[in-house]
């Protein structure tokens, strides 16, 4: 799980690209990042204050792999894992409708001091999370960035969550409860069987 900064322009493709790659290969095998929306005209802002000024202002693409921002004014980007994102929604605040993110890290800014990076890891011990909003221009888009988010992320669950889930199940599978049930089914099955027995006895 991380958030990396880029210098260079994700090779993005459009899932009809993809399906074309799919039926005739490339050589090397490798099919790039399938774009599920692409977004240009969008300024990044984060709280607290990391890369804001180093980004500028640039293009979003939510892909099936990745979250990317890449703006050509600064030649800077941004790549995010799906499992960094805790949360994500549409908000609407005073400061200007955005997508907004929670991450479960703090984006190291470029040119940071080594003075300045010790003082973040004394702070990673009380908060190691951050926000992010993407802001694009056309407002009208949020809805279709939001979906987008939100089907990629679901291609990607959490690990841990779900390795706990797994756990927790299996818990309650071999819980005395749920083995009292099944011994009390087999009880209820030799009944029914020695019931029928003396029926026919009786016949």
């Not at 888009?141 to 669950?157: K, M, Q, R, T, V």
């Amino acid at each position: 799980m991380a958030i990396t900064i880029i210098s260079t322009p994700p090779a993005v493709i459009t899932r009809e690209q993809a399906r074309q790659m799919q039926q005739n290969p490339p050589e090397d095998g490798i099919i790039g990042p399938i774009a599920r929306h692409t977004q240009q005209h969008v300024r990044v802002q984060f709280s607290p204050p990391a890369a804001d000024a180093l980004l500028g202002k640039g293009t979003l693409w939510v892909t099936e792999r990745q979250v990317y921002f890449y703006s050509w004014d600064t030649n800077n980007g941004l790549a995010i894992d799906y499992p960094t994102i805790i949360i994500h929604g549409i908000s609407r605040h005073d400061t200007g409708p955005s997508i907004y993110t929670q991450l479960d890290e703090k984006l190291n800014p470029l040119g940071r001091t080594s003075q300045s990076a010790a003082h973040d890891i004394e702070e990673e011990e009380e908060d190691h999370t951050s926000e992010l909003k993407f802001i694009p221009d056309d407002i009208g888009a949020l809805d279709a960035i939001f979906e987008a988010f939100s089907e990629c992320a679901a291609l990607h669950p959490d690990k841990e969550f779900m390795a706990s889930l797994a756990y927790l199940e299996s818990i309650i599978d071999d819980s005395p409860t749920n083995l009292n049930h099944h011994n009390h089914q087999q009880q209820n099955d030799y009944d029914e069987e020695m019931f029928q027995d003396a029926e026919e006895d009786k016949k």
